[in-house]
């Protein structure tokens, strides 16, 4: 128990530090991953390799983020940028509410078989920028993206995978508290839209500095492509969700195993030859615009791969053996056995989904389910519909979410501050979402 507790404190400490901006996340997530190893009494060759192994246990993620950021890099240098925000200022006119919702919705859609930071690269560089040319504030556009995202998480099969294979539920399980909870999320996201693009807080923002776009190119200036980009060049943002997309619309019709998941890696190299290959020659050749586009992606998603290091080490410490052991005792002794505290703990409880903490799947959240699942009047399907309800805090809030941090880099905010904005819309959502949930399966 002491252990337990000394854990749970490790987590706090940095929590609080992050919280407050005394220590950056990216700093504070692999001395939390050694500091819980270290009050673990994990073996000293286990705890090097959670240094070793969780610096590029997310290999894959560091791969996606450098190609999407090339594909956004090649999107502005060639003028498609600014010539998408020019259409859609001319389309949205004065009614930036509407398309808001609408952009909202489409996120949603494209979220519903897509993941990753390299998707929503693509995606925001589509979305950002119109919705920016409407008016609205920086803060409204993050967090409307990413309520959208995390709206179409909801029914992403692939974040259904844990429920299905580690806590043993049916499909049927999963998707009989996915379905309302899509409405309680629908139903905050309205809201969030109301509030935050009233038409006090436009005129709010424009009185103040405009968000980071990429400057548009200026025609021939520094190699780059000369004249306006061509009708089939502004589709680059989109080719690489054709094949992503389609795969995946494929494989809901002839189930998961008969389907196969387009690679989101190849999908933007896809992209990248696309935009190069449709773009009005440069003056200095399509390879310098590669080059360029790829010294300038890489930079400006290093932070997002540093973060993703820190990322990788917590992972590995959380799920070690010692760490869980230590961690069941405590677990059992504050779960819920009835609807109405399973309501009231995990309504309380529900920021530990924030900063990898333990409720979030992707962080020690990932090591604890399925002792929580053993716990009889809770079950595997009230840990699902907790961890689905409090987890649309870690997906719309957290700051340790890459997306996030990009995001923020992007839009030229705080993800402190998105956090702080978010989590007001995002919290009671949660709360109805438990309601439900422990209506459904808890202490049957």
């Known amino acids: 128990m002491f252990v337990a507790a000394a854990v749970l404190a490790v987590f706090l400490v940095m929590a609080v530090l992050m919280y407050l901006n005394r220590l950056p996340a990216l700093i504070a997530l692999p001395i939390m991953a050694i500091a819980i190893g270290l009050v673990a009494r994990v073996p000293w060759r286990d705890l090097v390799t959670i240094i070793s192994a969780g610096s590029i246990r997310l290999h894959l993620w560091y791969t996606t983020a450098i190609l ?28 930036p509410l509407p398309l808001a919702l609408l952009l909202t919705l489409v996120v949603a859609l494209l979220f519903t078989t897509m993941g990753g930071l390299g998707a929503v690269i693509m995606v925001a560089t589509i979305v950002f920028p119109a919705l920016l040319a409407l008016g609205v504030p920086q803060m409204a556009v993050a967090g409307l993206f990413l309520l959208g995202m995390s709206l179409g998480g909801i ?45 006090s807080q436009m005129r709010k923002y424009w009185a103040q500095p405009q968000a980071r776009v990429p400057a548009p190119p200026v025609p021939g200036e520094g190699g780059g492509p000369v004249g306006p980009p061509r009708w089939y060049a502004l589709l680059t943002p989109v080719i690489p969700l054709v094949p992503v997309v389609g795969f995946g619309v494929h494989k ?37 615009l590669l080059a360029r586009s790829a010294i300038d992606g890489i930079g400006s998603v290093a932070p997002a791969v540093a973060l993703m290091i820190g990322i990788g080490m917590l992972l590995q410490a959380v799920q070690h053996d010692n760490v869980v052991t230590h961690v069941q005792p405590l677990l059992q002794s504050v779960l819920p056995a009835t609807p109405l505290r399973y309501v009231l703990i995990f309504a309380v409880l529900a920021p530990l989904a924030l900063y990898r903490g333990p409720l979030n799947l992707y962080g020690m959240g990932s090591g604890i389910a ?17 961890l689905m309800s409090v987890g649309q805090l870690q997906g719309v809030c957290d700051p340790t979410n890459t997306h996030n941090v990009w995001i923020a880099s992007y839009l030229g905010v705080d993800v402190q501050h998105i956090l702080r904005r978010t989590l007001i819309y995002v919290w009671p959502a949660a709360v109805v979402g438990l309601v439900v949930g422990g209506v459904m399966f808890v202490g049957r």
């Open 155 to 199: 029914l992403n099969l692939t974040n259904w995978q844990f429920y299905i294979t580690e806590l043993k539920l049916p499909t049927s399980v999963v998707l009989s508290f996915a379905l309302p909870m899509v409405g309680v999320m629908a139903l905050a996201t309205v809201v969030f839209a109301l509030v935050e693009l009233r038409p």
């Open 252 to 288: 809901l019709v002839v189930g998961p195993k008969a389907g196969f998941d387009f690679p989101v890696i190849t999908a933007m190299v896809i992209g990248i030859t696309y935009g190069l290959l449709t773009a009005r020659r440069p003056q200095q050749g399509r390879v310098q």
């Open 370 to 386: 399925k002792m929580m699942a053993a716990f009889k009047p809770l079950g595997g399907d009230g840990v699902m519909s907790a």
């Open 68 to 95: 999407g950021a090339i594909l956004a890099e090649i999107v502005s240098k060639t003028g498609v940028a600014e010539k998408l925000v020019k259409t859609a200022a001319e389309l949205g006119g004065d009614r």
